[in-house]
């Protein structure tokens, strides 16, 4: 009676191994990228979601919100005006909002990127009141696509 041994040896088991590190290894940049252009869009639209709040503030007031010198950062909006000063709006933060300056008549709004997205070639992304949008690592509105 032959006894038949079933399984995989060695080799085989290594072989699996190394074809799911190859896939992985081309996979997981892919992945990243995907996860950072989601972040980005995210935070544009915070961006164009604190412009909105920013606009129906001077509509009220004749005035922007925190009106104060010309490029004079003033920091985080304040929480009655927009729902949050970090996109995504929930959970750990990927950009942080700012109003970069604003004077009585214009702003430019900011999404600094934090975390793990610190890298992103992208840098800080810029709204301002004439909706001119910009990015600190490309030329012009290439990541708001």
């Not at 005035?63 to 996109?87: C, D, E, H, K, W």
């Not at 430019?108 to 800080?124: E, Q």
Request: hydrophobic share 40%; glycine share 10%; net charge positive.
């Amino acid at each position: 009676m032959k006894v038949r041994n079933s399984g995989f040896t060695l080799v085989e088991l290594m072989v699996v191994v190394a074809i799911i590190g190859i896939l992985t290894a081309i996979v997981m940049p892919s992945y990243n990228e995907n996860v950072r252009r989601t972040k980005r869009a995210d935070a544009a639209s915070a961006l164009v979601q604190l412009s909105q709040a920013m606009e129906r503030y001077f509509s009220a007031n004749y005035t922007y919100l925190g009106a104060a010198a010309a490029g004079v950062n003033i920091g985080a909006p304040a929480s009655t005006t927009f729902t949050s000063t970090q996109s995504p709006l929930t959970g750990a933060a990927a950009y942080n909002l700012t109003i970069s300056a604003a004077t009585a008549t214009s702003y430019t709004l900011s999404a600094t990127p934090t975390g793990g997205h610190v890298g992103d070639a992208c840098g800080i992304m810029t709204l301002t009141n004439t909706n001119a949008k910009g990015d600190g690592g490309a030329a012009g509105e290439r990541c708001w696509r």
